[in-house]
């Protein structure tokens, strides 16, 4: 089976980087995800890596390092609308296994 | 479509009764996921089915439940005997053959058992 860890909450204020880690134990692993979803909406898609290292979209940057089952989402110059649930999963066989979520409240 | 649709976006019923859900996913895409998340929590794995390939059931809580998914596209989630656990937000989610690991969900069905 898999099992993911991450954060359960994280607060910071406009204009802020937050870090959200995420460590997973697994077998077969393809590659870790994340997901973002306000309350009340459905989980859409923020970033993939397959491969260890960095991917940068906008805002949001994803780390990968498969040699120590740890990822994280690096969210850059917070702004109220980044208040939300993000959840990382990792790809199993094209199956998503997910993490519980953290939830990211922005602060003015 | 432009997205994935799920049908009724609320479901109340009565502890016993069957319910069915039903998901549209994104044309063109041959995955298609049901997932099940309960309140605060992440998201759970139900079936999964690719293409005409048989479908990856193993994440199904018992055998009251089950799916199928007519042509390729629609699928239908039907929970039989329903018991108040069930009660959860069911989230379908699709993917394209291109893009296998990005999944696209819908806005999920959220069933009340009494």
């Known amino acids: 089976g898999q099992s993911l860890e991450q954060p359960s909450e994280v607060t910071a204020v406009e204009g802020a980087i937050v870090q959200i880690n995420c460590t997973y134990q697994?077998?077969?692993?393809?590659?870790l995800s994340w997901y973002q979803q306000h309350d009340g909406g459905a989980p859409t898609f923020l970033s993939y890596?397959?491969?260890?290292g960095l991917e940068e979209t906008g805002r949001f940057s994803s780390f990968l390092s498969r040699s120590d089952s740890y990822g994280y989402l690096l969210l850059q110059e917070l702004q109220m609308k980044d208040s939300a649930s993000y959840f990382c999963a990792v790809s199993v066989d094209y199956k998503l296994s997910f993490g519980a979520g953290t939830t990211v409240t922005v602060r003015a | 479509g432009a997205g994935v649709s799920q049908s009724p976006s609320n479901k109340v019923t009565e502890k016993g009764k069957d319910v069915e859900l039903r998901c549209d996913p994104i044309?063109?895409?041959?995955?298609l996921y049901w997932y099940r998340q309960s309140l605060g929590q992440g998201l759970e794995f139900l079936i999964y089915?690719?293409?005409?390939?048989?479908?990856?059931k193993s994440g199904l809580p018992s055998d009251r439940f089950s799916a199928e998914r007519t042509g390729g596209s629609v699928s239908t989630l039907t929970i039989q005997r329903t018991q108040q656990e069930d009660s959860a937000v069911y989230l379908c989610?699709?993917?394209?053959?291109?893009?296998?690991?990005?999944?696209?969900f819908g806005p999920g069905t959220r069933l009340t058992v009494l």
């Open positions: 044309s063109g895409h041959t995955a």
């Open positions: 989610a699709s993917s394209s053959p291109v893009m296998a690991d990005t999944q696209y």
């Open positions: 697994t077998s077969g692993f393809y590659g």
């Open positions: 890596n397959a491969l260890d």
């Open positions: 089915f690719q293409g005409n390939s048989a479908p990856d």
